[in-house]
């Protein structure tokens, strides 16, 4: 019942904000790589291309990313646009079901309308694969996914981006792809013991990252990148190049080579036009 009154409840919501709006896959292509889709929906070790299946592992367990294709049965190929929509900006699967967190709808709630449907309509584009993803393995309680229902009450803030009037251009399109379909502050910022980001320190870096992996402070505090140049911002988004001599490593490494090495020199300028601008905070050792 509880899944059924949401399933009435977000399709309204959408019967009140729908347009006639058709997906342009040219342009869901590029978006795709603003979103990161690629690097978490393939399962390493030769997976097929967004069929599912990578494993990431948290302290409440092991999530398994679904198959994103256009398989009808295993992927999401009988999605509408709505349907995809609304999973993307409301957490919220077809079925009534609320996704967890570890699939970034916190961040992708920011993008707007076209974006999602553009992304949908390159989806739709690729070759349907046929893989069902593994069940997460989740420790009890987190098992339970309608407790997601109160999580979200209480820690989802599903206001779209909304533009800086004082900001430039450049600015606010920064701020709508690191805060939105770049999710940046989803592994750089850290979260608390129910899994929910510390605003008071976004992009402030994260001891416990994906796989347990430290990821770096990103704010122009000390310990983040307060001696890059835009400059450098743009050549490590670009190339992995760090301003010491260094590369990035961990999970960022795939995330330049599938995503950021392939966005426009106008969406690499506003990133770091945006990140400069952060307020910063010290990293602590």
């Given at each position: 019942?509880t899944?059924?009154?949401?399933?009435l409840l977000?399709?309204?919501?959408?019967?009140?904000?729908?347009?006639?709006?058709?997906?342009?896959?040219?342009?869901?292509?590029?978006?795709?790589?603003?979103?990161?889709?690629?690097?978490?929906?393939?399962?390493?070790?030769g997976?097929?291309?967004?069929?599912?299946?990578?494993?990431l592992?948290?302290?409440?367990?092991?999530?398994?990313?679904?198959?994103?294709?256009?398989?009808?049965?295993?992927?999401?190929?009988?999605?509408?646009?709505?349907?995809?929509?609304?999973?993307?900006?409301?957490?919220?699967?077809?079925?009534g079901d609320?996704?967890?967190?570890?699939?970034?709808?916190?961040?992708?709630?920011?993008?707007?309308?076209?974006?999602?449907?553009?992304?949908?309509?390159?989806?739709?584009?690729?070759?349907?694969?046929?893989?069902?993803?593994?069940?997460?393995?989740?420790?009890?309680?987190?098992?339970?996914?309608?407790?997601?229902?109160?999580?979200?009450l209480?820690?989802?803030?599903?206001d779209?981006?909304?533009?800086?009037?004082?900001?430039?251009?450049?600015?606010?399109?920064?701020?709508?792809?690191?805060?939105?379909p770049?999710?940046?502050?989803?592994?750089?910022?850290?979260?608390?013991?129910?899994?929910?980001?510390?605003?008071?320190?976004?992009?402030?870096?994260?001891?416990n990252?994906?796989?347990?992996?430290?990821?770096?402070?990103?704010?122009?505090?000390?310990?983040?990148?307060?001696?890059?140049?835009?400059?450098?911002?743009?050549?490590?988004?670009?190339?992995?190049?760090?301003?010491?001599?260094?590369?990035?490593?961990?999970?960022?490494?795939?995330?330049?080579?599938?995503?950021?090495?392939?966005?426009t020199?106008?969406?690499?300028?506003?990133?770091?036009?945006?990140?400069?601008?952060?307020?910063?905070?010290?990293?602590?050792?």
């Amino acid at each position: 019942m509880t899944n059924i009154i949401r399933s009435l409840l977000s399709g309204l919501f959408f019967l009140t904000t729908f347009n006639a709006y058709a997906g342009d896959a040219v342009r869901g292509e590029y978006v795709f790589h603003t979103g990161g889709c690629g690097t978490c929906h393939t399962a390493e070790n030769g997976g097929a291309f967004l069929a599912g299946g990578r494993e990431l592992k948290t302290d409440f367990g092991s999530f398994f990313t679904p198959n994103i294709t256009p398989d009808p049965d295993t992927g999401i190929g009988s999605w509408s646009d709505e349907d995809f929509v609304r999973a993307l900006r409301r957490g919220v699967s077809p079925d009534g079901d609320d996704y967890y967190p570890t699939f970034p709808y916190t961040s992708y709630a920011r993008m707007t309308r076209e974006d999602a449907v553009d992304l949908k309509a390159y989806l739709d584009s690729l070759p349907a694969v046929r893989n069902k993803a593994p069940d997460h393995d989740l420790a009890f309680p987190f098992s339970i996914r309608m407790s997601m229902i109160g999580w979200k009450l209480l820690f989802f803030d599903n206001d779209p981006f909304k533009p800086d009037a004082s900001k430039s251009e450049e600015w606010n399109r920064g701020a709508y792809l690191v805060n939105g379909p770049g999710h940046c502050g989803e592994c750089h910022t850290p979260r608390n013991l129910l899994g929910v980001v510390n605003t008071n320190k976004y992009l402030g870096g994260n001891k416990n990252g994906p796989e347990g992996e430290a990821v770096p402070n990103i704010t122009p505090g000390k310990g983040g990148i307060g001696d890059w140049s835009k400059d450098d911002i743009i050549s490590a988004l670009e190339t992995g190049f760090l301003p010491d001599g260094d590369f990035v490593g961990g999970a960022m490494t795939d995330v330049i080579e599938d995503n950021t090495s392939k966005l426009t020199a106008g969406d690499l300028q506003a990133i770091a036009t945006y990140l400069t601008s952060l307020e910063p905070i010290d990293s602590k050792d």
